[in-house]
């Protein structure tokens, strides 16, 4: 009885403990016992843990059965120096302690003698976790120095790790992390700590504060079952551990080279006859560390102030592969086409739109004169539309095939610059602090930078990112199991576009004298040209832009932790807490590229003023479609992370470790600095409000397009979209600050618990074999900066209206329809947060030549994970039937919504061998079989997208709508007070009811005749 009542002793002392303090550190513990020549304990002897390079001591006494811990310890190498009364002094050095680890060193024996004389032994590494209790890996300093990775990226090194997927991580030059997959664990799900303070500045599955490899001393990386002291994942937590001073000056300076001429040509190249392609990187860089003192006045002994600093420079240059584009010729410009060939003997004959009859080959009554549209009839602003692409440079028709005419390749100058500078400061015996800054930045200066599609001009557009990051910890000592580790945090990351005075004017209006007006010319303050199409020739020069443009985006992230740690006898509690802030911030973004305007100049057969090709439409001024959007906002999700922790790790007997420990998470949910976000609720949404939709439908045995109200007759081109004033066209959508509602347009899940649990057990007592099992419950409250941040797009913040077949000069302020109100995304209001439950079994056995088994059974079992689903589309076959014409969906009015769901299950194995040799060999065997549930995705798009088929295991689109036709008829009956949020009552009551008719399967027929029914 005795085990269990210590057991509950101890949950209990957790759950106050975690109620009175509320932090995640890069630290570890160092466990041992000192013992005498015949194995009793050593009541009282002095052991001092002495670091290696920087002379930093402890001290504590051995306890009354001889145990003691070193707690919250700064990873490094370490001599442990034992003294007592009546034995020799023992020394063991090389005691390598490695971040988030809990070493335990086993018995220390002394030798009967005086204090005087001194006993000195090596430590020989041993990756047996007796003391340890969650399935984690190392990169020591070693495999750091000699290890090669692609780019110097040190993520490329986790694919030596059992369970991480070869997911081709690691870029081909530093910049920001992108952590891998591991044990079956979407990467999203990650998190990555430097220095115990969080890197993910943006999101979770990358990391925005790269440290280059020669400032890293070693990571370590925590894949399952991992104690309640690291949190804000589901997945791997990577902890990297920067390098810091010692007391001597120690400095290198290096250079890698990347070339084409030390690689093999390709077996096709070769073939061809094609020469290798250029391919070259180059990285210097350099770095130093050392003691900074005063000789005879400050730091004289060289044990108290530490710097180290480094830096990598990378003045990259990437070629750019040929691309070829079809650019308006000189005579085109002139409005004239007596040249402009589709092929060989095959002119682009050039419709007059003002004159009745065909214009083909064999009868050519409504085509321009000798394909020449005369001077007087075009239009001025549209022709200068023209002068923007540059003039043809690829001519050779023997080569070119008609395809195109225009070519340009060049390179892009992408220089990289990493700098870091860590400064360790020991204050006193009691008081630890250190802090580190480090910076990042890069260019990308071409035509191909990040985010510009125009990569034929009409300007080089740099893109530029920085990535600094500060922080420090302060460590304090009350007393040898006392100790208070508080570490604060500041990551920033910016991203530009930089254009040049002369390069903002080639893309603004005013340098070719263009004054084409806007219908919400606030959007446009720089004046810049309209995004411009044209289906309908070959490999069209466009002119189109990221929404953002010019893009200035910033995200802030700011963290503080804060961790006590006390050992009472066999037991070492620890109770903390972690707080972080981060907003992300996307300026002036529309979504796309209508907020300048955007012409498509292309052909349609149903365009009574088609010319029959793109570019004389533009000469004249005729568009087919002109879109424009009505606003810009400023993108801004704001993540909050609350978590908390206690955890005891009890030495259960000699030989046995239990860890135990309960997380606390308050699962916080994203919200909109600015409230600029709207979010579509199916609950919200009202039959009564629907806006009517143009739709087909027969006069005699043709086939037209009616007003459903009037019965008038329109465009073809106007099925499906939205009769103007037919009803709401926000019907059912929720804006963030609508009062008796979240701001964030979702509900918090409140306190959510994990608890954790392990055992290690070492059954033969001499070190070399352990027997660990765990698991735990690990929640992952970060979402991705997107998934609140697309709600931005939504309507009514931005409208895209759309107006078909007219004038340029008549374009702004024109009667542009909408088309049912595409989603980019939107957010299940009461959506759970994404959970996985971790658990392991695995035995670890030192043999032969130090070679380590590690045979285990990892499990990762996740729940409520992420997926998009689209909640109002029909299936290809059903639009084909009487019952659903086109253009109706199960949502009148709305038009395909991709809903964000945390709904889907996913199971995960990974089984694997670890067979280590400390010095020369490393084997390592694994096989991982996660469940195929991929992040589905489904197209967006008006009414005439056909969507993908129902994904496997989930159910058919007919159910979907089926369930939704039930739950229209739901809302007529309860009426709209009873329409609120998804906390009512009663809705919960017919949530339940669905999801009991969910759960079985009916037969094909029975579908089709319930949704016969409900239709």
Same mark, same amino acid.
């Given at each position: 009885?005795?085990?269990?009542?210590?057991?509950?002793?101890?949950? $209990? %002392? *957790?759950?106050?403990?975690? #109620?009175?303090?509320?932090?995640? /550190?890069?630290?570890? !513990? &160092?466990?041992?016992?000192?013992?005498?020549?015949?194995?009793?304990?050593?009541?009282?002897?002095?052991?001092?843990?002495?670091?290696?390079?920087?002379?930093?001591?402890?001290?504590?006494?051995?306890?009354?059965?001889?145990?003691?811990?070193?707690?919250?310890?700064?990873?490094?190498?370490?001599?442990?120096?034992?003294?007592?009364?009546?034995?020799?002094?023992?020394?063991?050095?090389?005691?390598?302690?490695?971040?988030?680890?809990?070493?335990?060193?086993?018995?220390?024996?002394?030798?009967?003698?005086?204090?005087?004389?001194?006993?000195?032994?090596?430590?020989?590494?041993?990756?047996?976790?007796?003391?340890?209790?969650?399935?984690?890996?190392?990169?020591?300093?070693?495999?750091?120095?000699?290890?090669?990775?692609?780019?110097?990226?040190?993520? $490329? %090194? *986790?694919?030596?790790?059992? #369970?991480?997927?070869?997911?081709? /991580?690691?870029?081909? !030059? &530093?910049?920001?992390?992108?952590?891998?997959?591991?044990?079956?664990?979407?990467?999203?799900?990650?998190?990555?700590?430097?220095?115990?303070?969080?890197?993910?500045?943006?999101?979770?599955?990358?990391?925005?504060?790269?440290?280059?490899?020669?400032?890293?001393?070693?990571?370590?990386?925590?894949?399952?079952?991992?104690?309640?002291?690291?949190?804000?994942?589901?997945?791997?937590?990577?902890?990297?551990?920067?390098?810091?001073?010692?007391?001597?000056?120690?400095?290198?300076?290096?250079?890698?080279?990347?070339?084409?001429?030390?690689?093999?040509?390709?077996?096709?190249?070769?073939?061809?006859?094609?020469?290798?392609?250029?391919?070259?990187?180059?990285?210097?860089?350099?770095?130093?560390?050392?003691?900074?003192?005063?000789?005879?006045?400050?730091?004289?002994?060289?044990?108290?102030?530490?710097?180290?600093?480094?830096?990598?420079?990378?003045?990259?240059?990437?070629?750019?592969?040929?691309?070829?584009?079809?650019?308006?010729?000189?005579?085109?410009?002139?409005?004239?086409?007596?040249?402009?060939?589709?092929?060989?003997?095959?002119?682009?004959?050039?419709?007059?739109?003002?004159?009745?009859?065909?214009?083909?080959?064999?009868?050519?009554?409504?085509?321009?004169?000798?394909?020449?549209?005369?001077?007087?009839?075009?239009?001025?602003?549209?022709?200068?539309?023209?002068?923007?692409?540059?003039?043809?440079?690829?001519?050779?028709?023997?080569?070119?095939?008609?395809?195109?005419?225009?070519?340009?390749?060049?390179?892009?100058?992408?220089?990289?610059?990493?700098?870091?500078?860590?400064?360790?400061?020991?204050?006193?015996?009691?008081?630890?602090?250190?802090?580190?800054?480090?910076?990042?930045?890069?260019?990308?200066?071409?035509?191909?930078?990040?985010?510009?599609?125009?990569?034929?001009?009409?300007?080089?557009?740099?893109?530029?990112?920085?990535?600094?990051?500060?922080?420090?910890?302060?460590?304090?000592?009350?007393?040898?199991?006392?100790?208070?580790?508080?570490?604060?945090?500041?990551?920033?990351?910016?991203?530009?576009?930089?254009?040049?005075?002369?390069?903002?004017?080639?893309?603004?209006?005013?340098?070719?004298?263009?004054?084409?007006?806007?219908?919400?010319?606030?959007?446009?303050?720089?004046?810049?040209?309209?995004?411009?199409?044209?289906?309908?020739?070959?490999?069209?020069?466009?002119?189109?832009?990221?929404?953002?443009?010019?893009?200035?985006?910033?995200?802030?992230?700011?963290?503080?932790?804060?961790?006590?740690?006390?050992?009472?006898?066999?037991?070492?509690?620890?109770?903390?807490?972690?707080?972080?802030?981060?907003?992300?911030?996307?300026?002036?973004?529309?979504?796309?590229?209508?907020?300048?305007?955007?012409?498509?100049?292309?052909?349609?057969?149903?365009?009574?003023?088609?010319?029959?090709?793109?570019?004389?439409?533009?000469?004249?001024?005729?568009?087919?479609?002109?879109?424009?959007?009505?606003?810009?906002?400023?993108?801004?999700?704001?993540?909050?992370?609350?978590?908390?922790?206690?955890?005891?790790?009890?030495?259960?007997?000699?030989?046995?470790?239990?860890?135990?420990?309960?997380?606390?998470?308050?699962?916080?949910?994203?919200?909109?600095?600015?409230?600029?976000?709207?979010?579509?609720?199916?609950?919200?949404?009202?039959?009564?409000?629907?806006?009517?939709?143009?739709?087909?439908?027969?006069?005699?045995?043709?086939?037209?397009?009616?007003?459903?109200?009037?019965?008038?007759?329109?465009?073809?081109?106007?099925?499906?979209?939205?009769?103007?004033?037919?009803?709401?066209?926000?019907?059912?959508?929720?804006?963030?600050?609508?009062?008796?509602?979240?701001?964030?347009?979702?509900?918090?899940?409140?306190?959510?618990?994990?608890?954790?649990?392990?055992?290690?057990?070492?059954?033969?007592?001499?070190?070399?074999?352990?027997?660990?099992?765990?698991?735990?419950?690990?929640?992952?409250?970060?979402?991705?900066?997107?998934?609140?941040?697309?709600?931005?797009?939504?309507?009514?913040?931005?409208?895209?209206?759309?107006?078909?077949?007219?004038?340029?000069?008549?374009?702004?302020?024109?009667?542009?329809?909408?088309?049912?109100?595409?989603?980019?995304?939107?957010?299940?209001?009461?959506?759970?947060?994404?959970?996985?439950?971790?658990?392991?079994?695995?035995?670890?056995?030192?043999?032969?030549?130090?070679?380590?088994?590690?045979?285990?059974?990892?499990?990762?079992?996740?729940?409520?994970?992420?997926?998009?689903?689209?909640?109002?589309?029909?299936?290809?076959?059903?639009?084909?039937?009487?019952?659903?014409?086109?253009?109706?969906?199960?949502?009148?009015?709305?038009?395909?919504?991709?809903?964000?769901?945390?709904?889907?299950?996913?199971?995960?194995?990974?089984?694997?061998?670890?067979?280590?040799?400390?010095?020369?060999?490393?084997?390592?065997?694994?096989?991982?079989?996660?469940?195929?549930?991929?992040?589905?995705?489904?197209?967006?798009?008006?009414?005439?997208?056909?969507?993908?088929?129902?994904?496997?295991?989930?159910?058919?689109?007919?159910?979907?709508?089926?369930?939704?036709?039930?739950?229209?008829?739901?809302?007529?009956?309860?009426?709209?007070?009873?329409?609120?949020?998804?906390?009512?009552?009663?809705?919960?009551?017919?949530?339940?009811?669905?999801?009991?008719?969910?759960?079985?399967?009916?037969?094909?027929?029975?579908?089709?005749?319930?949704?016969?029914?409900?239709?």
């Amino acid at each position: 009885m005795y085990l269990p009542h210590r057991l509950l002793l101890c949950l $209990a %002392l *957790l759950v106050v403990c975690a #109620g009175i303090l509320c932090g995640q /550190t890069a630290t570890g !513990t &160092l466990t041992g016992r000192v013992v005498d020549p015949s194995g009793a304990a050593v009541v009282g002897a002095e052991v001092r843990l002495i670091n290696q390079h920087t002379r930093d001591t402890r001290r504590l006494l051995s306890d009354a059965e001889g145990d003691f811990v070193f707690s919250d310890v700064h990873p490094g190498t370490f001599m442990i120096a034992v003294k007592a009364d009546g034995f020799k002094q023992l020394e063991r050095t090389n005691v390598n302690l490695s971040p988030s680890d809990r070493l335990a060193t086993g018995d220390l024996r002394l030798e009967v003698g005086t204090v005087a004389e001194t006993v000195e032994v090596t430590a020989v590494g041993s990756p047996i976790q007796t003391a340890s209790t969650e399935r984690s890996s190392l990169i020591d300093s070693k495999q750091m120095t000699e290890l090669m990775a692609k780019g110097r990226d040190v993520m $490329a %090194l *986790l694919q030596l790790l059992p #369970g991480v997927v070869d997911d081709a /991580t690691g870029s081909e !030059t &530093l910049g920001q992390f992108q952590t891998p997959t591991v044990g079956g664990v979407r990467q999203y799900y990650n998190a990555l700590n430097i220095d115990g303070i969080s890197g993910n500045t943006a999101r979770g599955r990358t990391a925005e504060s790269p440290i280059n490899m020669d400032a890293i001393s070693e990571v370590k990386v925590l894949t399952n079952s991992y104690p309640a002291e690291y949190g804000t994942a589901a997945g791997m937590v990577i902890n990297l551990v920067t390098k810091g001073g010692t007391q001597k000056f120690r400095g290198s300076a290096y250079y890698y080279n990347r070339n084409e001429a030390y690689n093999a040509n390709t077996f096709f190249n070769n073939r061809q006859s094609v020469l290798r392609q250029r391919y070259r990187y180059n990285t210097s860089g350099y770095n130093l560390g050392g003691p900074i003192y005063w000789p005879n006045h400050f730091n004289t002994n060289k044990q108290k102030l530490f710097f180290f600093f480094s830096q990598e420079i990378l003045p990259n240059q990437s070629p750019n592969s040929l691309r070829t584009y079809t650019v308006p010729t000189e005579l085109e410009r002139k409005g004239d086409f007596s040249q402009s060939y589709r092929a060989a003997n095959s002119l682009y004959l050039v419709k007059d739109p003002l004159v009745a009859g065909n214009c083909t080959t064999t009868d050519k009554t409504a085509c321009f004169a000798n394909n020449m549209i005369p001077a007087a009839r075009l239009d001025a602003n549209s022709a200068k539309l023209l002068t923007v692409f540059p003039l043809p440079n690829a001519t050779d028709l023997a080569v070119t095939k008609y395809a195109y005419n225009f070519q340009i390749a060049g390179s892009q100058d992408i220089p990289v610059m990493q700098e870091i500078l860590r400064v360790d400061y020991n204050i006193s015996d009691k008081a630890r602090l250190w802090v580190r800054g480090s910076g990042f930045s890069s260019e990308n200066r071409g035509l191909t930078s990040a985010a510009i599609q125009n990569q034929w001009g009409p300007a080089p557009v740099g893109y530029a990112q920085t990535m600094p990051n500060i922080g420090g910890t302060f460590t304090y000592i009350f007393s040898p199991t006392l100790v208070n580790e508080a570490t604060v945090g500041l990551n920033l990351w910016t991203e530009n576009q930089k254009l040049t005075k002369e390069g903002l004017a080639a893309y603004q209006r005013t340098t070719y004298g263009i004054n084409i007006p806007q219908t919400y010319p606030k959007d446009n303050p720089l004046g810049l040209l309209p995004a411009m199409s044209f289906s309908g020739v070959s490999s069209p020069a466009q002119i189109t832009y990221d929404g953002r443009f010019p893009m200035v985006d910033d995200s802030t992230a700011l963290s503080f932790s804060d961790g006590l740690s006390k050992v009472v006898r066999n037991h070492q509690f620890k109770v903390g807490m972690l707080v972080q802030h981060v907003q992300y911030n996307q300026y002036h973004q529309a979504g796309g590229a209508n907020f300048p305007g955007n012409f498509n100049f292309g052909t349609s057969s149903s365009n009574p003023l088609d010319t029959a090709y793109p570019y004389a439409n533009a000469f004249l001024g005729i568009y087919q479609t002109y879109t424009e959007a009505t606003n810009r906002v400023d993108y801004a999700p704001v993540t909050r992370i609350a978590e908390w922790y206690a955890q005891d790790s009890w030495r259960v007997r000699r030989r046995v470790t239990m860890d135990v420990g309960l997380r606390f998470t308050w699962a916080l949910p994203q919200t909109p600095a600015n409230k600029q976000a709207a979010n579509f609720v199916p609950s919200l949404w009202d039959p009564a409000k629907a806006p009517k939709l143009y739709r087909p439908a027969k006069s005699g045995s043709a086939n037209v397009t009616i007003n459903p109200i009037t019965g008038a007759t329109v465009l073809a081109v106007y099925s499906g979209l939205l009769v103007p004033n037919s009803g709401d066209p926000t019907n059912g959508v929720l804006v963030s600050g609508t009062k008796g509602y979240p701001d964030a347009l979702v509900y918090s899940n409140g306190i959510l618990y994990a608890p954790r649990f392990g055992l290690a057990w070492d059954p033969f007592g001499n070190g070399k074999t352990a027997i660990r099992f765990g698991g735990g419950f690990f929640y992952n409250p970060r979402a991705d900066a997107g998934a609140l941040g697309n709600l931005s797009f939504n309507p009514p913040l931005i409208f895209n209206p759309t107006a078909y077949y007219g004038y340029v000069a008549q374009a702004a302020n024109s009667s542009g329809l909408l088309s049912p109100s595409s989603f980019s995304r939107t957010l299940d209001m009461h959506g759970k947060t994404v959970t996985a439950y971790h658990a392991h079994f695995g035995v670890q056995r030192q043999v032969i030549f130090g070679t380590v088994v590690d045979v285990s059974y990892v499990g990762s079992f996740g729940r409520h994970l992420g997926e998009n689903t689209q909640i109002n589309h029909c299936e290809p076959a059903l639009r084909q039937g009487s019952a659903i014409r086109r253009g109706l969906h199960p949502l009148e009015g709305p038009g395909l919504c991709r809903r964000r769901q945390h709904s889907r299950s996913k199971r995960p194995l990974q089984r694997g061998r670890h067979v280590p040799e400390p010095e020369n060999l490393e084997l390592r065997a694994v096989v991982v079989r996660p469940a195929q549930h991929p992040d589905v995705q489904f197209p967006v798009g008006g009414p005439e997208t056909q969507p993908r088929a129902a994904e496997p295991g989930g159910e058919s689109s007919v159910r979907q709508l089926a369930d939704l036709r039930h739950y229209q008829l739901h809302q007529r009956r309860t009426g709209p007070h009873q329409r609120g949020h998804f906390a009512q009552p009663q809705h919960h009551r017919r949530r339940r009811r669905l999801a009991a008719h969910h759960d079985r399967q009916p037969h094909p027929a029975e579908e089709q005749a319930h949704l016969r029914r409900i239709l």
